[in-house]
Nanobody
């Protein structure tokens, strides 16, 4: 059973920082892309950032220059460093990873709340 466990969310004031972590565990053959998505109530889930196994990154325009995604392949963990947080960053953040066990499929974490107060 593969599981993604997120940590590091919470409540922070505008301008503050949070660091999210997502660790994959289970019978894992390999992990390709890992990324972070977020969803606010009444809105579609959107890509925040993702990173390939080799370290190439992509960011949503709204977070570029403020957020940094990274991964530690030895730990099967992806991170999202969030700086200069804004109230519009508020939402549930989901970790996603493409993982091969006996087959390859996308796995999602259960989500973690990030709330930025003005």
């Amino acid at each position: 059973q593969v599981q993604l466990v997120e940590s590091g969310g919470g409540l922070v004031q505008a301008g503050g920082s949070l660091r999210l972590s997502c660790a994959a565990s289970g019978r894992i053959f390999g992990i390709n892309n890992m990324g972070w998505y977020r969803q606010a109530p009444g809105k579609q889930r959107e890509l925040v950032a993702d990173v390939t196994r080799g370290g190439s990154t992509n960011y949503a325009d709204s977070v570029k220059g403020r957020f940094t995604i990274s991964r530690d392949n030895a730990k099967n963990t992806v991170y999202l460093q969030m700086n200069s947080l804004k109230p519009e960053d508020t939402g549930v953040y989901y970790c996603k990873a493409t993982i091969a066990t006996d087959i390859q499929r996308e796995y999602w974490g259960q989500g973690i709340q990030v709330t930025v107060s003005s």
